[in-house]
């Protein structure tokens, strides 16, 4: 039956209103941009989003990641922002991108990141060779507060960023000298526990689950932990900074990110992705095998967190002199 000749301009009209406008899809290849290099904690991350994705088929277009390494996280997210309101380029990013952009190092800011999900928050870990001679966190305490420059440490990242305030906050609070950590800088988490695993540095901080393989396979030994409190499972024996004196918690989380210009289509498309992965047996067992929290946080509240968390880690690093 058609439609009375009155009410055809106004159906039309109706068919154009945001409101009732055909869902977005993707429709072509998707890249997931890692920006860091592979084998690190961001880059494990996606590898495991872009498998559950595709196996469980919640994305029909094919998925590849590519890695961006360098500056900080930059060039992955300027890549990624390089292709602006096309949501076929999404990226993922973690909490050391506060710390970039506080100290003055990231070219980026908080306004070039538009989030799309919170897959989860996980604690940072500190980690010495197997045969070290820092055999517990108190081993480390006491050597920073004797000698601070003594002990060379691999991040990922720059200074500034929650690794470094991890370290620091720990030195502070053995009461040695801040200003004499010895930090090496790499790309990505897997670089920096190459260094370590070589005896090129005598300790490493990132991610818990980063770290755990090594520690499993016998060639890393986890010292500490920046947590409130124990965790279980493979973490169960590992000292928290708490129970070292330092009254902090040191968190990394995963944010999914679109391009500059995604549209809330897009962005509605890409949360509902990631809320299906996040309720996966696998993810979930990943999860657990981590020790991971899974706090998954939809797109306006993954925003205000980094929003929260930008001005809490701000006013650490001011006090530590790390603001320009």
């Given at each position: 039956m058609r ?11 109706l068919?154009?209103?945001p409101s ?5 899809k993707p429709?072509k290849?998707?890249?997931i ?10 880059d494990?991350i996606?590898?495991i ?11 029909d277009p ?9 500056a ?8 990624v922002?390089q292709?602006?309101g096309?949501a ?9 991108l ?6 003055g190092?990231?070219?980026v ?5 538009a989030?799309?999900?919170?897959l989860f928050t996980e604690?940072?870990?500190?980690a010495v ?10 081993d480390?305490f006491n050597r ?10 691999a991040?990922s990242?720059?200074i500034?960023n929650?690794?470094?305030?991890a ?5 502070r609070?053995?009461g040695?000298d ?7 800088t ?13 005896g090129?540095?005598?300790m490493v ?6 770290i755990?393989?090594?520690v499993?396979?016998?060639g890393?030994?986890?010292?500490a932990l920046?947590a ?10 590992v ?6 004196g330092?009254n ?7 944010v999914m990110?679109?391009?500059r210009?995604?549209?809330p289509?897009?962005t ?9 992965v ?6 979930k067992?990943?999860?657990v ?11 306006n509240?993954?925003?205000a967190q980094?929003?929260?968390?930008y ?10 002199g790390?603001?320009?």
């Amino acid at each position: 039956m058609r439609p009375h000749p009155l009410l055809i301009p106004v159906l039309a009209a109706l068919a154009c209103t945001p409101s009732i406008a055909a869902d977005w899809k993707p429709d072509k290849r998707i890249e997931i941009v890692v920006p860091n290099a592979a084998g690190g904690g961001n880059d494990r991350i996606a590898r495991i989003v872009q498998h559950i994705a595709q196996e469980k088929r919640f994305v029909d277009p094919v998925m590849t990641i590519t890695n961006k390494p360098g500056a900080g996280q930059v060039i992955g997210i300027s890549y990624v922002n390089q292709h602006p309101g096309d949501a076929h380029f999404i990226g993922i990013i973690s909490a050391t991108l506060l710390g970039d952009i506080i100290s003055g190092r990231s070219q980026v800011g908080l306004a070039d990141i538009a989030p799309i999900a919170q897959l989860f928050t996980e604690y940072v870990a500190f980690a010495v060779k197997a045969d070290s001679p820092l055999k517990t966190g108190r081993d480390l305490f006491n050597r920073l507060k004797t000698d601070a420059g003594s002990i060379s440490t691999a991040i990922s990242g720059v200074i500034g960023n929650h690794n470094y305030i991890a370290l620091a906050q720990l030195a502070r609070a053995a009461g040695g000298d801040v200003k004499k950590l010895k930090v090496v800088t790499y790309n990505g988490g897997g670089d920096g526990i190459t260094a370590a695993l070589g005896g090129h540095v005598d300790m490493v901080i990132a991610p818990a689950a980063t770290i755990l393989p090594h520690v499993q396979s016998g060639g890393l030994h986890m010292i500490a932990l920046a947590a409130p409190r124990r965790q279980g499972g493979a973490y169960a024996e590992v000292p928290t900074t708490k129970e070292l004196g330092v009254n902090a918690t040191i968190s990394n989380w995963r944010v999914m990110i679109g391009p500059r210009g995604i549209t809330p289509q897009q962005t509605a498309y890409w949360e509902n992705v990631f809320a299906r992965v996040v309720e996966t047996d696998d993810w979930k067992s990943m999860l657990v095998k981590d020790s991971l929290t899974g706090e998954f946080l939809r797109s306006n509240e993954a925003r205000a967190q980094i929003n929260t968390e930008y001005e809490t880690l701000k006013g650490v690093m001011s006090e530590l002199g790390l603001v320009k």
